[in-house]
Structures are given as structure tokens and as C-alpha cells.
């Protein structure tokens, strides 16, 4: 059965200029007054957000009430949510090239850093650098807790990337899977060799289609290593979301599409980092985005909404939203708080299950839980397949 479920967000304000331009991972200044946070204006909103969600397991708390809970509305479009050891949300708005932090203890969002390289999809790392998929130049960010950065990568076999989109950080080896495809920006200079129509025909990365890889990065490596190589990848495609499971063995990454051939597929990741045993996961699965996974192994998609797959690919919850997500990632003091970007706002709802992305601390380890590789789900019987 699915419930209708109704949430009220915030008018944005956009009537001050942002003074801030870089600021602390630890303790970035709130926004006042900006950007309305909806959590604290709520007798201020006159705009609402509709979610339709599904979920016959329970995966989503009670004391969610079946509502996604407003956070903050009037950015351009944002991407790329990676939570930090404290269970706090950096977030990008591409459009306005920004690195926003929600902040786990207050609720509260404030700008962490002006001039990111346009940044997309991000991740910590396990010593807490932010690291970020940067395409305005097609770059890797490592971004240090006083917002100075590093580019870590700015090619491929001396070629351009397409432009970096997202990235998974191996919690047992550090080693960065990220994804390239070719979505042409406007904010592109001109003359660079990536400016296309849409629909892009070429890419730097092959000698003809769009030469959509994903990437592997070694732990202290200064060159990427391709790791789709094998026969049933279809490289003119757009690899976009990626995530893996937390002991480090599978990696499941989605392919862009809005005809039907797109979707999420699984590989093994071998001991040297490069992957094998490419499997269809959800095939047929359009507009495929940012990912995520739960300590039960679950893997939910930015797809329309937020649409949550079991390890053996059943279908187990979605939340449905007219506007659509774009990313969403586990967060909050308990790691149950499921954060999710759109386009225009951010949003969250109260989980029963943990995220397995945040890192402890602990070099080389991420938050202690295991790949649940079995068919266990929360109040789930038998179905026939």
C-alpha cells in the first residue's frame, strides 16, 4: 500500500550577498539569513515538497510518519551529499559552484566553500579531506578541512576527462573508484574539447561515443587506472552513481539514460582494486543518479525519487518525489537519517537502518558493519521471482 505523504519546506531568500568563501569542515558559520532552513521556519514556509512513498519492510522509522522532513529550498541544484565522522552532510550547488554543510547537532545549513571546481559528487576520506569530483576542468579535488584543495587527478593517459561525476572510497584500502561521463556544461570555456550538443557524439576518452569509464585510484597513485574494460561494458553510455559495500568486495555503479538501456550494475572488486563478474542488478532503470547503501546491504538509487533495491535486486521501498533526487547519503548523530539533494532543496527522513559510508576514524576501516550478502530483510517473507 502507499501512503501519501505531504511536507512543508522554505521560502529561499536570496536578497544578501555570500560573504563567506571557505570556512572550517569543523565548525563553518551558519547562514543567516540567506537561505530560509525550513526546520526552524517552518511558520515562514509557503512552498511544500510531495513525496509518495512505498514501504512494505519498514526500513523507514515510525516517527517519520511516512513524511520527508523540509530541511532548506532555494539553491540552484544540489549534488554530491558526503556525510562526515560526525554524521554532519557537505552538499554541492553545481549551478553556483558552492560546498554547502548540514549540520547534525543543529539542523542547521551554512556555506563551507565558494570556488570548488564546480564540484559534483563527493566523499571523505578516512583522514576527514573531502574529496570531490571537480568537471569544470575535469579534475579530482581533495579538499583539506580548511577548504585549501589539491587536484589529485587531472587526466587519463594524458587526455581530459569527460568530467568526473561521482566517487566511492574503498573503507578497507582508501583506493577511489569515480565515475566519467560526458554531460556538456555551459560553464565550459571556450575552446575545450568536451563542448558538445546535446546529445555529446565524441569524448576525449575514445574514438568515437561518449568513452563513459569508471576509474580506479590507488591508494598514493598519482594515475588512474580504467576498470571497465571488460566486453559487456557499453562505454557510449553515462556512468553516473556509484557506491560499494563496506568490506570492500562489490561495487555497484549506474548508467544515465532515458530510453531504457541504462540502469545499476554490480562487479566483484579484486585484491589489486580492478573488477570482474559484471552483473545486471536493476537493468531498464532510467535517469539513474547518486547512491547509497544500508547496513543491510540495500542500495538506494536517486532514480525520480529515492528507490531502494535488496542485494538480490527486489525492489523494497520507494520514495516517489514529482521533483526527483539527485543524491542522497546516510547521516545524522546515529547514521539514520537518510539526507537527500533535488534540484531546488534538500530534504531527510528518519530511518530504521544505519548508512555504511561514514567513516570511524579508524584508518583503513569504515563504520564497522559487514555486507549482509544474504536474502535477510527487515519483516520481509518469501516471493517468487
Not at 554532519?88 to 558552492?98: A, E, I, K, L
Not at 576520506?125 to 584543495?149: M, S, Y
Amino acid at each position: 500500500m502507499k501512503t501519501r505523504a505531504f511536507s512543508t519546506l522554505g521560502i529561499v531568500l536570496l536578497f544578501l550577498v555570500f560573504a563567506c568563501s571557505k570556512d572550517s569542515l569543523e565548525s563553518s558559520e551558519e547562514l543567516q539569513p540567506e537561505l530560509l532552513t525550513a526546520k526552524h521556519k517552518k511558520k515562514d514556509l509557503d512552498w511544500s515538497v510531495e513525496a509518495e512513498i512505498y514501504d512494505p519492510y519498514s526500513l523507514i522509522s515510525p516517527s517519520a510518519h511516512d513524511e520527508l522532513t523540509p530541511i532548506q529550498n532555494g539553491f540552484g541544484f544540489t549534488e554530491g551529499p558526503a556525510v562526515d565522522k560526525h554524521g554532519n552532510v557537505f552538499f554541492t550547488d553545481q549551478p553556483n559552484d558552492r560546498i554547502y554543510k548540514w549540520s547534525a547537532r543543529s539542523g542547521h545549513v551554512s556555506l563551507f566553500l565558494e570556488g570548488t571546481g564546480r564540484a559534483n559528487g563527493m566523499a571523505f576520506d578516512k583522514d576527514g579531506n573531502l574529496i570531490a569530483c571537480a568537471d569544470l576542468h575535469g579534475e579530482l579535488w581533495k579538499i583539506f578541512p580548511d577548504g585549501t584543495h589539491e587536484v589529485l587527478i587531472d587526466n587519463y593517459n594524458g587526455k581530459l576527462l569527460n568530467g568526473p561525476n561521482d566517487v566511492w572510497i574503498n573503507p578497507i584500502t582508501g583506493g577511489m573508484y569515480i565515475t566519467d561521463p560526458i554531460f556538456p556544461r555551459d560553464y565550459w570555456e571556450e575552446g575545450d574539447p568536451r563542448i558538445q550538443p546535446w546529445e555529446p557524439t565524441h569524448s576525449e576518452q575514445a574514438e568515437t561515443g561518449k568513452g563513459g569509464h569508471v576509474y580506479y585510484l590507488a591508494p598514493g597513485a598519482s594515475e588512474l587506472v580504467r576498470v571497465t574494460t571488460m566486453a559487456e561494458w557499453n562505454d557510449d553510455s553515462w556512468p553516473n552513481g556509484v557506491v560499494g559495500s563496506p568490506d570492500g568486495t562489490k561495487l555497484y555503479v549506474n548508467q544515465w539514460h532515458y530510453d531504457g538501456t541504462g540502469g545499476v550494475f554490480v562487479f566483484d572488486i579484486n585484491p589489486d582494486g580492478s573488477l570482474s563478474n559484471l552483473q545486471d542488478f536493476v537493468p531498464g532503470l532510467n535517469f539513474c543518479d547518486g547512491m547509497s547503501m544500508d547496513d543491510e546491504g540495500n542500495v538506494y538509487v536517486s532514480s525520480g525519487g529515492i528507490k531502494v533495491y535488496a542485494p538480490d535486486g527486489e525492489n523494497i521501498m520507494n520514495i516517489d518525489m514529482p521533483d526527483g533526487a539527485t543524491n542522497n547519503v546516510f547521516a545524522g548523530q546515529n547514521n539514520k537519517e537518510l539526507f537527500i539533494t533535488s534540484v531546488p532543496f534538500v530534504s531527510s527522513i528518519k530511518m530504521n537502518v544505519k548508512g555504511v559510508e561514514k567513516f570511524s576514524g579508524r584508518s583503513g576501516h569504515g563504520n564497522g558493519g559487514h555486507h549482509h550478502h544474504g536474502n535477510h530483510r527487515r519483516g520481509r517473507g518469501g516471493r517468487g521471482r
